[in-house]
């Protein structure tokens, strides 16, 4: 497709306003929607809006939709199993369920036996996971990252702090320290002696300033942290900071947990961002890309910790039958084609924005692993001020051509299309995103 034949929609249209209408009268005013889109279907990694305008979805519903909208195999998993029972009481047992947590023990990113709790959401995985250190280490101090995001409950809450209008109003129960996440783009400590890289900073603040000024650390149960970050802006953590945070951890017995909501099953081209640095960590949390968008969480623990006594933590809809089947599915495809791909159209991405940004100066920073690529646009690379107007700006263009992109950050855009997204596909979208930064950048002049 050439650059001059991608048309402008016109969006939106008169169904789609009529919806967006009805919508703004009834329902929560908190969901922030980033485009007047309303979904009609999908197929693939292209989706319909009511009007009939076709887009296609870089977004996969958050690195929800990793197999894709409506993959034959999980389609077929969900209408199969639904005709068997759709749900039973978690007083009882279940086949799918037990296959899930067998087949997600296997590919927990460490050697030690794992143990698996099924909950509905990432935010779900994030409570259990954060009682579940505490009652394991009898502490009650934790120590979360300033971007992280993690959740809006009130104990994910705790450890949320990409935006201020996620806490403000609102009182976090846990008593979490937060820390800055070691940004290679926009460092804000002051590197040590003898540190290798910023990632090695951030931990030795950790262990000289916050450990030795603010926090015993033998009262802290555990380090909550997202391998790559996802809402603060698809940030890479440089090589040195996993190592040396397990090493720290190991040190003053405090569990490593890993938010792996938005990295993990594949969505970087391993089934779990962490083994990127090949550190284990204690306790991960799984959502979103699991099961292919029907809700479910997972929390995989090591053996030793997840020792919890019946009772101790517990749901109506853990284990649930319909999530367990498409969760199988969407495990059998990611395995056969979606990591390999996620490593190859990943690269692909990756080198094409680069290239993309020698001839855009306001793509300050080009960064992820996989299929999790983020783009930071700035004002001039010099100052690296958050070009924040210009990102919206180009978000929208993207959207009136065909793309569905959204932010994150303060002024980046991320790519997280299904992880079976075509050569052509990237093709195409890279097509549209450059002819809306290039409007959006002629619009400044
Ligand atoms: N953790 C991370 C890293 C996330 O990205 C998200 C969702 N954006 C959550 C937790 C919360 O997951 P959910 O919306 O499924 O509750």
Known sequence: MLLNSITRLNVPGPEARAFIARDHRVISPSYGREHPFVMSHGKGCYVWDVDGNRYLDFVAGIAVNATGHCHPRVVQAIQEQAEQFIHISSDFYHQRWIEL?????????????????????????????????SYHTGRSRFIGFIGGFHGRTLGALGFTASKTVQRAGFMPAPAVTHIPYPNPYRPVLQPMPGDRDYGETVVNYLEQVIFQNLVPPEEVAAVLVEPIQGEGGYIVPPDGFFPRLRELCDRHGILLIVDEVQSGMGRTGEWWAIQHWGVEPDIVCSAKGIASGVPL????????????????????????????????ATLDVLAEEGLENARLQGAYLLERLRKMADRHPHLGDVRG???????????????????????NRVKKLAFEHGLLVIGCGVSSIRFCPPLIVSRQEVDEALQIFEHALTLAEEEQE
């Open 101 to 133: 947590s067998e087949r997600l023990s296997q590919i927990a990113p460490f050697a030690e036996p794992a143990r698996v709790f099924l909950a509905n959401s990432g935010t779900e995985a994030v409570e259990a996971a954060i009682k579940l250190a």
């Open 297 to 328: 969480g997972a929390v995989i623990a090591r053996e030793h910790i997840m020792t919890w006594p019946a009772g101790a933590h517990s749901n109506t809809y853990g284990g649930n039958p319909l999530a367990c089947a498409a969760a199988l």
């Open 369 to 391: 692993k996989g299929l999790m690529v983020g783009v930071e646009l700035v004002v001039d690379r010099d100052s690296r001020r958050p070009a924040v107007a210009l990102r």
